[in-house]
């Protein structure tokens, strides 16, 4: 690794972060503007760790499936850093996936490492792997492009780790004898910034979606929990159903919504049948009510769900906070898609949505 902060100032044109300079002040300069923003939408009042994981051999069992795996300890017994790494991971930390020479996807960790046994999905992959290892839940979100770190060496190489890099600190390629490496902040800013700029523009408001996906399966499974006090059982299904988005609650909003109102798809298979004013704090009437529900397209949803968007009184579809107007020029989506006026029933449950409108 250079440690002369000139060694290799002359940054490669393809990058499109200029020429000349010291590498470290550049990247300073250049992720500035995304570290208040990660650390407080990430995982608000801590500060996450970035992790970077090597994976070719089982990239796609663990993408598909939603985790990280490793042994323990190496084939003689050893201890293995790396493999360490993954009991130090914790809820809200940023992990990049790293496979063939590419970051693919980008992934938050759910929960903190647990004991498990080797995944049968990985099948002959790492058949001298001992069986028993760690497992770590990561939420992972696929990047609209792929990003390859050895086009942006030059920049990546002065805040690289002086051991266990997960590439090479000389030549830029991947560092198989690495599975989790630990990254400074600055290198973890950097790549959000390179991802950001040449492979997924609305890598901000992944890292927020995918941080409160984890909280909205959390509060599913405590309301799951306390639907089991409700003493009909007849109530206590319909409300179970609706809570998953099936049953009652999407039929009755399906009789009042027939598409999507942003992206006019009306295909319902396709579509969710999203709580206007939140499930936790309905009563059970409002709960199932087709008034206080929209069937949205999923990526909509999202949004919607969490108050990043929501409709005025004549249906317009409205905004205020930067990153979701971001998130929608990605998607090009421009405005709603007029079906109807709003009814009255809908209209008092959306001017409450309004008021918690993100700013």
């Known amino acids: 690794?250079?440690?002369?902060?000139?060694?290799?100032?002359?940054?490669?044109?393809?990058?499109?972060?200029?020429?000349?300079?010291?590498?470290?002040?550049?990247?300073?300069?250049?992720?500035?503007?995304?570290?208040?923003?990660t650390k407080s939408q990430v995982r608000a009042g801590s500060v996450p760790s970035y992790w970077w994981v090597n994976h070719k051999q089982t990239y796609r069992q663990e993408t598909d499936g939603g985790y990280i795996w490793s042994p323990k300890a190496n084939a003689n017994g050893a201890r293995n850093v790396t493999y360490d790494n993954l009991s130090r991971c914790q809820r809200g930390d940023v992990v990049f996936s790293y496979a063939n020479g590419r970051i693919s996807q980008l992934g938050l960790v759910e929960t903190?490492?647990?004991?498990?046994?080797?995944?049968?999905?990985?099948?002959?992959?790492?058949?001298?792997w001992s069986q028993e290892?760690?497992?770590?839940?990561?939420?992972?979100q696929p990047l609209r492009q792929a990003l390859v770190p050895q086009?942006?060496?030059?920049?990546?190489?002065?805040?690289?780790?002086?051991?266990?890099?997960?590439i090479s600190t000389s030549t830029g390629r991947g560092n198989q004898g690495v599975y989790l490496a630990g990254l400074n902040e600055s290198l973890g800013l950097l790549l959000l910034q390179l991802?950001?700029?040449?492979?997924?523009?609305?890598?901000?408001?992944h890292l927020v979606v995918l941080a409160e996906e984890g909280e909205y399966t959390a509060a599913l499974l405590d309301d799951m929990q306390r639907l089991r006090e409700v003493p009909s059982?007849?109530?206590?299904?319909?409300?179970?159903?609706?809570?998953?988005?099936?049953?009652?609650?999407?039929?009755?909003?399906?009789?009042?919504?027939?598409?999507?109102r942003v992206t006019g798809l009306a295909r319902q298979e396709f579509l969710v049948a999203s709580h206007i004013k939140p499930w936790r704090d309905c009563d059970n009437s409002e709960r199932l009510s087709g008034a206080n529900g929209l069937l949205l397209s999923p990526h909509v949803d999202k949004l919607f769900d969490r108050h990043w968007?929501?409709?005025?009184?004549?249906?317009?579809?409205?905004?205020?906070?930067?990153?979701?107007?971001?998130?929608?020029?990605?998607?090009?989506?421009?405005?709603?898609?007029?079906?109807?006026?709003?009814?009255?029933?809908?209209?008092?449950?959306l001017s409450a949505h309004r008021e918690a409108l993100r700013y």
């Not at 040449?198 to 901000?204: T, Y």
């Open 133 to 140: 290892g760690w497992l770590v839940r990561v939420n992972w």
């Open 233 to 260: 059982s007849t109530e206590r299904d319909a409300l179970t159903k609706a809570r998953l988005g099936q049953g009652l609650f999407r039929h009755r909003v399906s009789e009042l919504e027939p598409a999507c």
């Open 195 to 205: 991802i950001e700029e040449h492979a997924d523009p609305a890598v901000r408001v």
């Open 151 to 166: 086009t942006f060496f030059e920049l990546l190489q002065p805040l690289l780790p002086e051991r266990h890099s997960p």
């Open 1 to 37: 690794m250079a440690s002369d902060p000139e060694a290799g100032g002359g940054l490669s044109a393809a990058t499109g972060w200029g020429a000349g300079g010291d590498p470290v002040e550049t990247v300073l300069l250049k992720t500035a503007s995304l570290t208040s923003a």
């Open 309 to 349: 968007i929501s409709f005025d009184s004549g249906g317009e579809l409205i905004w205020q906070h930067e990153a979701a107007g971001e998130a929608l020029r990605c998607w090009g989506i421009e405005g709603a898609n007029l079906i109807r006026p709003f009814s009255r029933e809908q209209e008092a449950f």
């Open 112 to 128: 903190a490492a647990i004991t498990a046994t080797k995944p049968p999905e990985f099948g002959s992959a790492g058949e001298n």
